[in-house]
């Protein structure tokens, strides 16, 4: 048997190796290289962001809509609304909501309603009201009717849509002094929205000053905004309102009271938002970033105002579309409880405050329409809200 | 042992006196209730009802429908004895009261005029008790009458001078009480319990004094001491507070039926104290037998709507006030432009004149009212249409014209008269709040208001924090309810058209003046309301029927000719709700605090429950 040595290694290919080098110019970033898609998100602004984010929380979108439209119906309100708000109507007092029509007698007559035939009747101590099928009101559009005073300043005739002086035409139907719902609720929008706006600029100051204070300087200023922020939120809303608006003398105009109303709310909602603006700006503070700024000599309110802020300026957007509601809620509750706005102011909450007996309940359930329009801005700031809070934080 | 038979006898013992209760009786000479001539029917006793207060002050309500008085109203409207048998006349200056046989407080003491020496001479005129004296309705001249007690059923007061206020005043809804139950109230008296027993009430009590401890126990108008007896048809059987309060039948009430029967028919009258604003709610779903109180003429078309499933019947009362709503110019102000301008007769006609008071006729009261001025009602014997009409209609131009007249002719831009001193002539009217139907009319009255360039501003406030501001002269113009004796007979008192009071929101210095004897407030600058004040002596010195008459008529001349009240409408209607199983309350009636009190006058011992 003749051994031979084997290799333990196998025989060498005589094939050589392939090798690559490649001819493209030696770029350091080319891993990191973006498509188009991918470079228009790295480079977006954070504004835009935002917004890309928002736009997929169609709810959101949707409440920003409606309330951008009835913000702007504010605005018109005495143009939007077919009568002046404070006429009364003593012809016509209970009218209870009214259809509109287009054809009479098979006949296209464009929108028109009935006239209403009134009866009294001395059994039920009522009055009621019954279409007159013969006779029709037309209802016509960019017409003169009502006068009225436009924001109380210039007097005007123009209505988008009204039926002839003495007719009756009340899609919501009328109160108990025969003033027209639909104007009414039309006209206490301009309240209603409005005073959220200016509670909130008012806590908006208040918060980020106040805060923004505590939060930069820490120490004692902290500790004495703390305490009476803890103080300020430990008093039961509800009779702190009624006890600032009891002092309201009633000598004011109401408008007066309207602005009063406004600041107390304000005065008082600011602690939610010191406590957020604090917080974060303590843990923004220690940012290197800060530092450099400090270093390169700026002072605390430039380094607040210029670099802090704006790092949690969408943050705080959205914690103030939350607290309009609250705003919008407490000026229906206070007037409600007959201890906000009072008569001949016109707000929702003014509205519903009338609507609160037993009366309405169960014969003039029309009165009680003004829900409708709190529920649903309420509901709609929620959402945007919601979506704007989401869109706050694009990278999540 | 000795105990428990000690106590056992007292278990024995007190079962007695229970039992005896049970069998109590009316009085030997009982006052026999005509049914026949107030179409009554007879009834069967026993049962209980509800009823539906909003606070628990409103007890003194039961004691307005009981309507049990020395003397009361009877159907047209003149006094007649009602607690006592027989009063005797002679002039209006001596009037001899015979009590009846056998009439028992609640308790079973008998009644006697022990009870009346002991308020004459231990109350009224007892310096702690009463440091201001006897009450007014008992002075003529300031000098009380001589009091002689006959016997135990027979007592008689005589003063020097005519006296027509004193009978009125004890039929009155609030009456002027000339008696008490001497032999419970001694026990809180310093003259008669002992020092030590005082003392330890006052402690255990939380009083100052034993006079607070007395008037405590012994409120008889408001019947909140269940211990207190009592001569009304029902006796209060719960300690206050509490939401449920309890009236059971009084054993020894005083009225019978035509055949015999006692009243009242009914055994308890169970008082539910719940939030005034749910009363109506609450009665509309049938949980109040009988009600009137707190229920509004708006609430009249839910109420009927709820009539069937609640088994009850809703009527229209129409009321007895002078008028639904009056609005009540301050002539004694602070503020010194305007005190000057409502004492000027001008203006507060102007203000009158400008009122639309067929517009708040259709819109508030379905147009069932009448409007007319703060006067006395078409069915009273004193009604002229004159006073009725006085200065109430409508009239811009003239109301315009008058107050250029007075010196109120210049405007600022938005057409709004200026005073002298360049202010505006904004009124401030203090509402206390408690009905929504006084907002709506001042709200009609601003838009009318505004054509002759007066503006009107609404400031609801509370009843008590209002009269306040009233009486100290802060508030301007207020609101209330017009003359509370809307259908006046000449023997009534005529206290409403003259500055007699600091509650009288018009004129309160000058009222408190006369309050107060001359020591405090103002004497009457304005000559007829110091006319007003010499009439009211005048009435009060009257002793014919006829020289009364004549002196009202005169009052109520001056009173709505100066139009120190502005009266809006009169003749509202009261809806009332009576539970279909209870029986004999009229279809028809006249709701008012006096002379009908309320339900009083149409005797509520009389209703029964048919089951």
């Keep these: 048997m003749s051994e031979k040595p084997t290799s333990a290694l196998p025989k060498e290919d005589t094939k050589e190796l392939h090798h690559f080098v490649s001819d493209a110019p030696f770029d350091l970033r080319s891993v990191q290289t973006l498509t188009p898609e991918q470079e228009k998100i790295y480079f977006a602004s954070q504004l835009t962001l935002m917004w890309w984010k928002f736009k997929k929380h169609r709810v959101a979108v949707w409440s920003g809509v409606f309330l951008l439209v009835i913000y702007a119906s504010v605005l018109f309100s005495e143009f939007l609304s077919p009568w002046n708000y404070q006429t009364k109507h003593t012809k016509y007092i209970y009218v209870p909501p009214q259809g509109i029509h287009l054809f009479h007698d098979g006949k296209f007559e464009g929108p028109f309603v009935y006239e209403l035939k009134r009866k009294l009747n001395l059994e039920t101590m009522t009055r009621e009201y019954t279409q007159d099928k013969k006779k029709i009101v037309k209802l016509s559009f960019f017409c003169s009717g009502d006068n009225y005073h436009w924001m109380g300043l210039i007097s005007g005739d123009n209505h988008l849509v009204c039926a002839p002086i003495g007719k009756p035409f009340f899609l919501l139907g009328t109160d108990r002094l025969g003033r027209d719902m639909l104007s009414r609720i039309i006209q206490g929008a301009r309240i209603s929205l409005t005073i959220g706006l200016i509670g909130i600029a008012v806590s908006f100051f208040l918060g980020i000053v106040i805060g923004g204070a505590a939060g930069y300087y820490g120490g004692w200023v902290d500790m004495v905004v703390q305490r009476i922020i803890e103080v300020l939120q430990s008093i039961p809303t509800i009779p702190l309102w009624l006890s600032l608006s009891a002092i309201m003398p009633a000598s004011w105009s109401p408008i007066l009271i309207y602005f009063g109303i406004t600041i107390i709310l304000g005065l008082l909602d600011w602690t939610g938002l010191a406590r957020a603006v604090r917080s974060k700006l303590l843990s923004l503070r220690e940012e290197d970033y800060v530092l450099a700024a400090r270093l390169i000599g700026a002072g605390p309110s430039r380094i607040i105002g210029r670099h802090l802020v704006p790092g949690f300026m969408s943050h705080l957007i959205a914690s103030a579309t939350i607290t309009i509601p609250t705003m919008i809620l407490g000026e229906t509750a206070l007037s409600f409880l007959g201890l906000g706005l009072r008569e001949p102011i016109t707000s929702w909450g003014v509205l519903l405050n009338e609507a609160q007996n037993i009366n309405v309940v169960a014969i003039f359930p029309w009165l009680m329409i003004p829900v409708v329009p709190v529920i649903l801005v309420i509901i709609a700031f929620n959402f945007l809200g919601d979506g704007l809070r989401d869109a706050a934080d694009p990278y999540k | 042992m000795k105990p428990l038979l000690k106590s056992a006898a007292m278990l024995i013992a007190s079962s007695f006196i229970g039992l005896s209760q049970a069998f109590a009786a009316p009085p030997e000479e009982p006052r026999v209730i005509d049914f026949k001539a107030l179409e009554k029917s007879i009834g069967k006793k026993g049962g209980s009802i509800d009823i539906l207060m909003g606070k628990w002050k409103d007890i003194r309500q039961m004691t307005i429908y009981s309507n049990a008085r020395l003397v009361s109203y009877d159907q047209t409207f003149s006094l007649s004895p009602d607690i006592l048998k027989s009063v005797d006349n002679d002039g209006q200056k001596s009037f001899t009261l015979h009590l009846r046989k056998g009439h028992k407080w609640s308790d079973g003491t008998p009644f006697t005029t022990e009870d009346f020496r002991y308020w004459w001479e231990n109350v009224a005129n007892n310096e702690e008790l009463e440091p201001a004296g006897p009450p007014a309705a008992m002075l003529v001249n300031g000098k009380g009458p001589t009091v002689d007690i006959i016997d135990s059923h027979t007592i008689r007061y005589t003063w020097d001078n005519v006296n027509p206020l004193f009978l009125p005043a004890l039929a009155g809804a609030r009456p002027q009480y000339i008696y008490m139950p001497a032999h419970y109230m001694k026990q809180f008296h310093a003259k008669f319990a002992d020092a030590g027993k ?234 206390a709040g408690e009905s929504s139907q006084e907002t709506d009319i001042l709200q009609l009255i601003t838009d009318h208001w505004k054509s002759i360039g007066v503006k009107l501003f609404v400031k609801p406030s509370q009843r008590d924090i209002l009269r306040k501001r009233v009486s100290s002269g802060e508030a301007m113009m207020s609101t209330w309810e017009g003359l509370n004796r809307g259908l006046a007979t000449p023997e009534m008192n005529p206290e409403e058209l003259a500055p007699v009071s600091s509650v009288q929101a018009q004129w309160p210095v000058w009222g408190l003046n006369y309050e107060s004897n001359g020591k405090s407030g103002e004497a009457a600058t304005l000559p007829e309301v110091a006319k007003l004040s010499g009439l009211y002596k005048e009435w009060r010195a009257a002793s014919t029927r006829d020289a009364q008459e004549k002196i009202w008529k005169e009052m109520l001349s001056i009173f709505t000719d100066q139009v120190y009240t502005i009266g809006v409408v009169s003749g509202g209607l009261q809806p009332i709700v009576v539970s279909n199983k209870l029986q004999n309350v009229p279809e028809e009636g006249i709701w008012s605090f006096e002379p009908t009190l309320y339900f009083g006058h149409y005797l509520p011992d009389t209703f029964w429950l048919d089951e």
Excluded at chain 2, 292 to 313: Q, V
């Design chain 2, 198 to 431: 005082i003392a330890e009430l006052i402690t255990s009590e939380k009083v100052q004094n034993w006079t607070s401890l007395h008037k405590r126990f012994g409120r008889q108008y408001r019947p909140e001491n269940p211990d207190l007896p009592t001569l009304q048809s029902w006796m209060n059987t719960t300690k206050l507070p509490s939401e449920r309060i309890v009236f059971k039948a009084n054993p020894h009430f005083h009225r019978v039926d035509s055949e015999g029967t006692q009243l009242p028919y009914i055994d308890q009258v169970v008082m539910n104290v719940v939030s005034s604003e749910i009363i109506a709610a609450k009665t509309g779903t049938g949980e109040s037998a009988l009600q009137g109180r707190y229920l509004r003429f708006d609430n009249f078309a839910f109420l009927k709507k709820g009539a069937e499933e609640g088994n009850y019947k809703v009527v229209l009362w129409p009321s007895g006030k002078g008028s639904e709503m009056t609005l009540l110019p301050n002539l004694n102000v602070k503020d010194e432009a305007f005190r000057k301008a409502f004492q000027d007769v001008r203006v507060r006609r102007a203000l009158s004149m400008a009122v639309n008071r067929s517009e708040i006729n259709e819109t508030i009261f379905f147009g069932l009212a009448r409007e007319a001025s703060n006067s006395v009602l078409p069915s009273s014997p004193l009604y002229s249409d004159e006073d009725a009409q006085a200065w109430s209609s409508l009239d811009i131009e003239k109301a315009n014209a008058l107050l250029d007249e007075a010196g109120y002719d210049k405007k600022d831009s938005s057409g709004t008269r200026l005073l002298p001193d360049g202010r505006p002539f904004e009124i401030i009217v203090e509402t």
